[in-house]
């Protein structure tokens, strides 16, 4: 029983990378693009703890917040267009009043609807990893 129950850890990790991709998708497909470096941003993270207390993370990545080209303007220099207000801003700051919304702006979530819409396949990506290890081990 023990190796089953590593074998299971094991599956658990591949299964939430192949559910986070399908958050991630459809995450991107959601947000609201501008400059389109918030939708860069979105993916999943790492697979973080062990056995069966296995977690992933989808959502804005850190090391996305560098300038982006922005919107081509004739006419302007580059350090006129790095200057323009679209330009600026790290993702991980405004990530989370474009989902949640401020005070002055209606949110427009992007996360929390990926997942609720996705939730059956996700689960269905974990039991598939889940199942293989399982007919693995009855073979055996």
Do not use: C, H
């Amino acid at each position: 029983m023990r190796a089953s129950d590593a074998a299971l850890a094991r599956a658990l990790g591949p299964g939430l990378q192949a559910g986070a991709q399908v958050v991630s998708r459809s995450a991107k497909d959601r947000v609201p693009v501008w400059t389109g470096k918030l939708q860069r941003s979105l993916g999943p993270g790492r697979v973080e703890g062990s056995g069966r207390d296995q977690l992933i993370r989808v959502g804005i990545r850190p090391g996305f917040g560098a300038p982006s080209r922005g919107r081509s303007i004739k006419g302007q220099s580059r350090k006129a267009r790095e200057a323009m207000p679209w330009n600026r801003g790290e993702p991980r700051v405004y990530g989370p009043f474009v989902e949640r919304g401020t005070s002055k702006m209606r949110g427009r979530p992007y996360l929390v609807p990926a997942l609720t819409e996705n939730e059956r396949e996700v689960t269905r990506r974990v039991f598939e990893r889940v199942e293989d290890v399982l007919r693995s081990i009855a073979r055996r």
